[in-house]
């Protein structure tokens, strides 16, 4: 089973520290020990987002976020693992390791 772990971020949040970065990688290499990472990254700002709106033939495009809100994703990993159980429990040592809230979502298909 694949899954979506985003990692929610506030506006008025600090870069992560070093000990934080430490503990990231700590847990990307482990993830990608067990065979569990298939991708991880980061995100830009929402200020930097722009939103296409083709629907139609409307041919419309607008800067900024697609929802203001003073939590987004600012990064993910895509993860695959055996069963819910094993995802929530890699989605809570990633929400440790990164200090942050994260959402975990399983993929379709």
């Known amino acids: 089973m694949k899954f ?3 990692v ?6 600090s870069p992560h520290t070093p000990q ?3 503990a990231i990688d ?9 065979g569990q990472r298939i991708f991880a990254g980061g995100l830009d700002s929402p200020a930097s987002a722009i939103v296409f709106d083709n629907r ?4 419309k495009s607008s800067e900024g976020p697609f929802i203001s809100s003073d939590e ?3 990064g993910f ?3 695959e693992a055996e069963s819910m159980e094993i995802a929530k429990e890699l989605a809570a040592e990633g929400s440790r ?10 993929l379709l298909g």
Request: net charge positive; hydrophobic share 35%.
């Open 97 to 106: 390791s990164c200090n942050r809230k994260v959402e975990l979502r399983p």
């Open 8 to 13: 929610i971020d506030s506006q008025t949040r």
């Open 56 to 59: 139609n033939g409307a041919n």
């Open 20 to 22: 934080e970065i430490k």
């Open 72 to 74: 987004f994703f600012s």
């Open 4 to 6: 979506l772990v985003s």
């Open 26 to 34: 700590d847990f990307n290499d482990k993830l990608s020990a067990h």
């Open 77 to 79: 990993w895509i993860i």
